[in-house]
């Protein structure tokens, strides 16, 4: 006779292959994976983008690979990587919500803060693997195209390339604790809501209207606690130095952020009354 044992139901494997079979996983993950070839052809039929007066990474984003690298982490940092994150975190629940399927999940049966870690787990991999995915591809991409070699730095000088790939991956790590918050509030809608669209989109607007507040110089000091300040402060590992500071503070902001959103998902689950 078999008995029931509850960490036997619905295994990580599982929700990951039903995860992966969903068209916008696939839709996703084709984007960021595309996307440093067309800005590498960008560069090469345009070519090379010079000074524009103010050091940035786009005048030196065709010095080499890792160069490119930092220039497609830091265009996509605001708005596609939001995108993606929100998606796979804020689809994951309402999604089965939206089917009428999520109840019968329940009725399997499958404890619900079971249901709700297996699907978070399996949602922040997809999250981490996207943000990975993108600079990963445009090295390839950079290589291919503009060849490899030291970092050169916007302000001046150049970090060696062991170096550099020690900062690149702190600069990594930094993107995906940004990242969090976002995470989170996705993931929060969508235990709350029964339209992925609605996660997605409530979590892509938190980041809209913070950027607008960030950008009110009034606020002063209060702009420090909005959930995109530090959103690039990784910005500071290209200094001759790095810089801990504001990616300390950085990550202090959406851990919090993203500790808090996450107790409130669970809460919420917890409570709600499944009936789709």
Same mark, same amino acid.
């Given at each position: 006779?078999?008995?029931?044992?509850?960490?036997?139901?619905?295994?990580?494997?599982? +929700?990951?292959?039903?995860?992966?079979?969903?068209?916008?996983?696939?839709?996703?993950?084709?984007? @960021? @994976?595309?996307?440093?070839? %067309?800005?590498?052809? $960008?560069?090469?039929?345009?070519?090379?983008?010079?000074?524009?007066?103010?050091?940035?990474?786009?005048?030196?984003?065709?010095?080499?690979?890792?160069?490119?690298?930092?220039?497609?982490?830091?265009? $996509?940092?605001?708005?596609?990587?939001?995108?993606?994150?929100?998606?796979?975190?804020? !689809?994951? %629940?309402?999604? +089965?919500?939206?089917?009428?399927?999520?109840? #019968?999940?329940?009725?399997?049966?499958?404890?619900?803060?079971?249901?709700?870690?297996?699907?978070?787990? %399996?949602?922040?991999? #997809?999250?981490?693997?996207?943000? &990975?995915?993108?600079?990963?591809?445009?090295?390839?991409?950079? /290589? &291919?195209?503009?060849?490899?070699? !030291? *970092?050169?730095?916007?302000?001046?000088?150049?970090?060696?390339?062991?170096?550099?790939?020690?900062?690149?991956? *702190?600069? *990594?790590?930094?993107?995906? *604790?940004?990242?969090?918050?976002?995470?989170?509030?996705?993931?929060?809608?969508?235990? /709350?809501? !029964?339209?992925?669209?609605?996660?997605?989109?409530?979590?892509?607007?938190? %980041?809209?209207?913070?950027?607008? @507040?960030?950008?009110? /110089?009034?606020?002063?000091?209060?702009?420090?606690?909005?959930?995109? =300040?530090?959103? #690039?402060?990784?910005?500071?590992?290209?200094?001759?130095?790095?810089?801990?500071?504001?990616?300390?503070?950085?990550?202090?902001?959406?851990?919090? #952020?993203?500790?808090?959103?996450?107790?409130?998902?669970? =809460?919420?689950?917890? /409570?709600?009354?499944?009936?789709?």
């Amino acid at each position: 006779m078999t008995t029931y044992n509850v960490r036997r139901t619905l295994p990580l494997r599982v +929700e990951a292959v039903r995860q992966f079979r969903r068209r916008r996983t696939l839709v996703a993950f084709g984007i @960021l @994976l595309v996307l440093p070839w %067309v800005l590498m052809l $960008a560069f090469k039929l345009g070519g090379d983008p010079g000074p524009d007066g103010v050091p940035s990474l786009v005048g030196v984003a065709t010095s080499s690979a890792l160069n490119f690298a930092l220039f497609t982490l830091f265009a $996509a940092t605001g708005f596609l990587l939001v995108v993606a994150v929100a998606l796979f975190c804020g !689809d994951t %629940v309402a999604s +089965e919500a939206g089917w009428s399927s999520l109840r #019968y999940l329940l009725a399997a049966p499958v404890p619900r803060a079971r249901l709700l870690r297996q699907k978070l787990v %399996v949602a922040l991999s #997809y999250a981490v693997v996207a943000v &990975v995915s993108l600079p990963v591809m445009s090295l390839v991409a950079g /290589t &291919v195209g503009f060849g490899w070699g !030291d *970092i050169a730095l916007p302000t001046g000088g150049t970090v060696p390339v062991g170096t550099a790939l020690g900062r690149m991956a *702190i600069i *990594i790590g930094y993107s995906l *604790i940004a990242q969090l918050v976002v995470a989170a509030l996705a993931f929060l809608l969508s235990v /709350t809501t !029964d339209s992925p669209l609605g996660a997605v989109g409530g979590a892509v607007g938190l %980041v809209i209207v913070s950027n607008i @507040l960030d950008a009110v /110089t009034a606020l002063g000091s209060w702009r420090d606690f909005l959930p995109t =300040h530090w959103m #690039y402060a990784w910005m500071d590992a290209l200094q001759p130095q790095i810089q801990w500071t504001g990616m300390a503070k950085g990550a202090a902001i959406s851990l919090s #952020y993203a500790v808090i959103l996450f107790a409130l998902a669970f =809460h919420r689950f917890r /409570t709600r009354d499944i009936v789709s």
